[in-house]
């Protein structure tokens, strides 16, 4: 050989860069410990612990994978490198390949009976193992709270392992925790473009996002990446079907078929359970469609199921409100438009709910058209009928061969219908009760209010005829020819004729 050119020189070049090497490692110099090395390597290709000390640097790096390989590299050239073993069966772990892992710590133990960190680390396999198992039961059982924690215990011995993040990730989406799923998977996405699991669980955050058409493309680029993979496969079909049937019941609901629209909803919602948002609107589509079908009921436990799976859903507690003031459930209308107003705080929302406040008030007091048993929307003759009739029935002086007790009910209702006509056959008193103004005007003053004399008025009655309670009836009633009425004033044969014929007796 050359003077200074022999195989001994090129060894103390490589011993140096390996120093160099070592020295940047000890600084914590990851980049150029792994130059240094590399130049070891370059010199002198079949050192071992040249490969296993760039194995260690890029391990320190994070980059698992081909530190990997120098591992193996290294106990390919000397298979009782302990050091060699350990790194290798690191790297294995850290990429979550658990059994690999166990078996190279196991040759390290059968080099070194003793070794601790082997010892260390088979157990550490185990439990990563152990998570692994426990982790694929819980996802068949939708347990996704519990595959979640496993993972992230798995992580901690296996921090490079794509399969744990990516189930990881595939489970916080099924929790609807999508932004810290979608992290996850950007994460991978950044080392590794192609990574079919990591374009399909960020397909799946859009799928479950109600963004499915965008969804749709992450699953066809995945299904490029991997013709085979069953999830990407079932949810990119899953979507399409939701999707077109969404659509159809949208155009059949615009086009006023709301008996087909309710079936096309319908079926949407059995395609995928585990799609809580695009599920949310599609009850809460149903309950438009019920509500128009005037299945108010049905329309409330839809828009129910819809906040169950969305609390925040707005369109869902405003529909269902609608629904409760239009079967006066007041109560509950008010409740959902706070929760509305709570939540976004318009004009719009402010009124919606002050007329609710407004109605939950009105069905408190009396009922003024209930109680005359006519519609809101009745008209003045209606009104008076109602009276007359009501009226008749309710007279005191029809019950007086009744129990005290009943006597005593039918005087009460003979007043509150008495009250309902005086209010509801004058224009004004009757717009302010339609609209709750006598509920801030603290009422509408009834305190000088006398059924009788508004008896006496409608049924024209005649003058000086008294019916406060200066009237005397035998047990027989106004039958009975023992009868005897007091008067206040004259015209005793007139006023009992004519109070006779009111009633409805013979005269």
């Known amino acids: 050989s050359v003077p200074g050119h022999g195989p001994g020189r090129g060894v103390r070049e490589a011993e140096s860069f390996k120093e160099q090497g070592n020295a940047y490692y000890a600084k914590k110099d990851y980049n150029e410990a792994y130059n240094y090395y590399t130049k070891a390597i370059d010199t002198c290709p079949n050192n071992a612990s040249y490969y296993g000390n760039r194995a260690a640097t890029l391990m320190m790096l994070g980059r698992f994978r081909e530190a990997l390989g120098d591992a193996q590299q290294s106990v390919r050239l000397d298979d009782s490198f302990v ?59 939708r347990d996704f709270r519990k595959v979640v924690f496993c993972m992230d215990r798995a992580l901690e011995f296996a921090p490079a392992c794509h399969r744990f993040k990516i189930l990881k990730a595939e489970c916080l989406a099924l929790l609807g925790r999508y932004p810290e799923a979608q992290s996850v998977a950007s994460d991978i996405l950044r080392m590794d473009s192609t990574n079919a699991d990591a374009l399909y669980v960020r397909g799946l955050c859009l799928y479950y996002e109600d963004c499915i058409e965008k969804a749709v493309q992450f699953f066809v680029q995945a299904l490029r990446m991997a013709p085979d993979h069953e999830k990407a496969c079932l949810a990119c079909r899953n979507a399409k079907a939701l999707k077109a049937k969404k659509e159809d019941g949208n155009k059949a609901f615009k086009e006023g078929n709301y008996k087909l629209a309710y079936e096309l909803y319908t079926e949407a919602l059995g395609i995928d359970p585990n799609n809580i948002k695009t599920n949310a609107k599609l009850y809460c589509n149903r309950g438009t469609v019920n509500s128009k079908l005037r299945k108010l009921e049905e329309a409330i436990d839809d828009c129910t199921n819809a906040v169950k799976l969305d609390d925040t859903y707005i369109k869902a507690y405003l529909r269902r409100a609608q629904c409760y003031m239009d079967t006066e459930q007041y109560e509950d209308a008010v409740r959902d438009y706070e929760k509305v107003y709570q939540t976004e705080k318009t004009k719009e929302h402010k009124q919606l709910l002050k007329n609710a406040q407004v109605e939950l008030k009105k069905s408190k007091r009396k009922d003024y058209y209930k109680i005359l048993g006519v519609d809101k929307n009745a008209s003045e003759d209606e009104i008076k009928k109602a009276y007359r009739k009501r009226a008749l029935m309710h007279h005191p002086d029809r019950h007086s061969g009744a129990s005290a007790e009943v006597q005593k009910e039918e005087e009460k209702k003979f007043k509150e219908v008495g009250e309902a006509f005086t209010i509801l056959s004058d224009p004004k008193k009757k717009a302010r009760y339609d609209s709750g103004q006598d509920l801030e005007e603290d009422g509408l003053n009834m305190g000088d209010f006398d059924a009788n004399n508004i008896f006496k008025a409608f049924f024209g009655g005649p003058g000086g005829f008294s019916f406060e309670g200066r ?7 106004f039958g009975n020819v023992s009868t005897q009425i007091a008067w206040e004033a004259g015209g005793v044969c007139q006023g009992m004729c004519w109070w006779r014929r009111v009633l409805g007796f013979a005269t």
């Open 83 to 141: 050091r060699g073993h350990l790194r290798e069966g690191k790297c294995h772990l850290s990429l979550g390949n658990a059994m690999a892992a166990s078996r190279c710590f196991q040759r390290v133990l059968e080099l070194d009976h003793k070794n601790t960190q082997a010892q260390q680390e088979l157990k550490n396999a185990s439990t990563v193992l152990e998570y692994e198992k426990i982790a694929e039961v819980d996802f068949e059982k």
């Open 471 to 477: 009237w005397k009836c035998s047990p027989a009633g």
